[in-house]
Each structure stands twice: as C-alpha cells, then as structure tokens.
Nanobody, 117 residues
Framework: VQLQASGGGLVQAGGSLKLSCAAS??????????MGWYRQAPGMERELVAI???????SYSDSVKGRFTISGDNDKNTVHLQMNSLKPEDTAVYYC??????????WGKGTLVTVSS
C-alpha cells in the first residue's frame, strides 16, 4: 500500500489550503478502518490533526477544530483535508495515515505546509 499526498505549499496567515491523499493498492485487497492526517513541526512530536473512519465519523485535534475539515471517498480510498484560517503555528509537515482493521498502519511521505505571518 502506498499513500500519495499532495496539496502542501506556502500560504499567508488567514489563507486556505487543501491536502489530498490517495491510497494505492495494486493487489486490490485494501480494506480501510480509518484514514487521517498527522503533522510534525520542527523539534516537535508528530501529532494528530484529524481522522475519518470508514463510516464517516470524524475527530479533530482541539487546535484545528472549526478551521479544518476532513473528508473521504471510500470508493477511491482518498482523504482530503480542507484547511481554512491557517495560522503560522499550523506550519508543519503533514502526513497521511491509513489504518486497516488488521491493525496495520501505513504512512505517506509527508507534504510541507508553511504559513507565513
């Protein structure tokens, strides 16, 4: 399973970006429990941003509630993160994560989001 993330970049504070992540499954046996986004700022631990389960339930970190929206497409095994009202403290490398019911976890390579003040 490979996760391909896109959509990172440089934006001014108050602006918006949309991240997308697509999971490829050459053997066509992919099953998904949940997909989500984590981020890691320089010198910091990787932290949860938002997750969405296969049935559409979502969870967000307190720091992004009301500003970020996660959505997914089960048929395409994709997940998106719409980020609005971005702040300089949102600057980080954002990682896509996929969890299978078996417990296996897969990570994408990360996409950099930089928010200038």
């Amino acid at each position: 399973v490979q996760l391909q993330a896109s959509g990172g970049g440089l934006v001014q504070a108050g602006g918006s970006l949309k991240l997308s992540c697509a999971a490829s499954d050459p053997e066509n046996i992919l099953s998904v429990k949940e997909m989500g986004w984590y981020r890691q700022a320089p010198g910091m631990e990787r932290e949860l941003v938002a997750i969405i389960t296969k049935d559409g339930s979502t969870s967000y970190s307190d720091s992004v509630k009301g500003r970020f929206t996660i959505s997914g497409d089960n048929d395409k095994n994709t997940v998106h993160l719409q980020m609005n009202s971005l702040k300089p403290e949102d600057t980080a490398v954002y990682y896509c994560r996929l969890a299978r019911p078996s417990g296996n976890i897969y990570w994408g390579k990360g996409t950099l989001v930089t928010v200038s003040s």
